[in-house]
């Protein structure tokens, strides 16, 4: 039985949106085709929020309706699931943002809304009443979705709500983290039952649920979360044996706890938590608006760098269960654990989907998460030592900064001392001010090449061409030659050769 509230609520539609959804809504008219808003869409536009997904549920085939409106729209029909009729249709023009998802009906609006994942995701609006950017309808609320939307409450559907899609066991905490909602206890407890069917999920689903959540402002309590629920165990198995690991008296944490609290540390310094009291240590902590813009770039598929250093810093430690010694002296050691956590990390990133390229910038920042703390020293870093940690950083040498000053918060937690802090905090303000205000100086032009060193002192091609070009760049970097003419006399004399 619907259930209609008594007072026609207004759903705010943005602007740019409402033709188009006018445009739609006269297509099926025409062809007497009765369709409904659902989803996503409602329900941010219920609370006053932009979604860019447009889900729309038809009755009729949903693959031949999209074919037709692609055809009419000038856009391009791409089915996502033909055997449930679903199928998605965007607009090449880079002035429309929108993609339309369009489903098959199940049965009536009311029988269709049972089989979605949330209540909250169970609401609909007739796609004819969206005539203004605050259109006033009559909600269509079979389940009391809209209740649990004021109460700000994540309720599962049903009870069998996971089996049918286990993709949603991580949707729901992508939700929370997204809304800023609680998931209702009778819900959680459903999660922690249906957990490790997280494992038969498709990648690409793992990653995009997974990815969104580590793109929030609450990326740390949600792990925590999808830990407390039994979930980060069967995504990241490798991650939770960390638990109990323990580490040096300079460690507050043991490896697992580390391993959360440095996605912690991450969002602080990438301001995207409160203070909480800590401004002080903020306020040494570079921070700028070019930094902004970069850790905002997209990388692939909508990720960006800011999840991408989210993701490096939960798997950063990972392999130090397995390399841990103790020497006879009792000193404890991970030797080669950031070398070994690249091979530990990489099976996880490819089960992800994650791009070649997104796989490569997390494996540098792991590799390479403990040459910000070598770079610390009594005076600042010269020029030469920069250019070689940038040089082997590659596109991820400001992340593995930012991992680096993550790392140090993470590691002493409430027992900070700030001097040291200080000293790290400033030492990579001067970093990042030599690198954004001497690039060429940094990554230098090239004086010479390969065909040079040939052609002037009778080399052969070989690991010695690159080894010398690879001198000569840091020569270069280091201020010590600047011209073609010195690059080859420099080259000269490590040959042992007169100019």
């Known amino acids: 039985m619907t259930n209609l509230t008594k007072e026609r609520l207004g759903i705010f539609v943005p602007e740019e949106a409402v033709h188009l959804l006018e445009k739609l809504s006269e297509f099926f008219q025409q062809r007497n085709i009765a369709c409904y808003l659902v989803g996503g869409f409602v329900r941010d536009g219920l609370m006053d929020r932009t979604n860019n997904d447009i889900d729309i549920a038809v009755a009729g085939d949903a693959l031949d309706i999209s074919s037709q409106i692609a055809t009419s729209f000038d856009g391009r029909m791409i089915p996502l699931d033909e055997v449930n009729q679903v199928a998605r249709v965007v607009f090449p023009q880079a002035k429309c943002r929108w993609h339309l998802d369009f489903a098959s009906l199940r049965g009536s609006i009311e029988e269709d809304m049972r089989y979605r994942d949330f209540t909250i995701n169970a609401l609909a609006f007739r796609l004819s009443d969206i005539k203004s950017k605050w259109a006033h309808s009559e909600l269509i609320d079979p389940l009391n979705g809209y209740r649990d ?7 599962a559907v049903d009870d069998d709500s996971f089996r049918q899609d286990p993709a949603r066991l991580l949707r729901a905490i992508r939700l929370a983290a997204k809304l800023d909602f ?3 206890p009778g819900t959680e407890s459903l999660i922690q039952r249906d957990s490790e069917l997280i494992k038969n999920v498709a990648g690409e689903r793992l990653r995009d649920e997974l990815c969104y959540i580590l793109d929030t402002n609450r990326a740390y309590s949600s792990l925590c979360h999808l830990d407390k629920l039994g979930l980060l165990a069967h995504l990241m198995p490798g991650l939770t044996s960390a ?6 008296k300079e ?10 609290e440095i996605v912690a540390c991450v969002e602080l310094l990438l301001r995207e938590r409160a203070t909480n009291g800590i401004d002080r240590i903020l306020s040494i902590a570079p921070w700028s608006d070019e930094l902004a813009n970069h850790f905002s770039q997209e990388i692939s598929g909508g990720r960006t760098r800011r999840c991408l250093l989210k993701l490096a810093a939960l798997l950063h430690d990972i392999a130090k269960p397995a390399t841990k010694t103790i020497e006879e002296s009792g000193k404890m050691r991970f030797l080669g654990h950031a070398k070994e956590g690249v091979s530990m990390a990489t099976p996880i990133m490819e089960r992800l989907r994650l791009s070649n390229r997104e796989i490569k910038m997390v494996q540098l920042m792991i590799e390479h998460h403990l040459r910000p703390g070598y770079l ?9 030592a920069i250019y070689k940690y940038f040089r082997d950083t590659a596109e ?3 992340d593995t900064l930012f991992l680096g000053l993550a790392d140090h918060l993470a590691a002493r937690g409430p027992t900070l001392d700030f001097n040291e802090w200080r000293r790290h905090a400033e030492t990579t303000s001067y970093i990042l001010s030599k690198w954004f205000e001497e690039k060429s100086t940094i990554v230098p032009p090239k004086l010479i090449d390969g065909h040079i060193l040939m052609q002037k002192f009778g080399l052969t091609p070989g690991t010695q061409i690159g080894e010398l070009l690879e001198m000569v760049r840091e020569a270069q970097a280091s201020g010590e030659i600047n011209t073609t003419e010195e690059a080859l006399d420099f080259v000269a004399k490590r040959l042992g050769r007169n100019k």
């Open 149 to 155: 939307l004021k109460q700000r409450i994540i309720r």
């Open 182 to 184: 609680a998931i209702e």
């Open 243 to 248: 638990k109990g690991v323990t580490q040096p």
């Open 251 to 260: 460690h507050f944490w043991d490896v697992f706890d580390h391993s959360l």
């Open 376 to 384: 610390l020293s009594e005076d600042m870093p010269s020029r030469r």
């Open 396 to 398: 991820v040498g400001i």
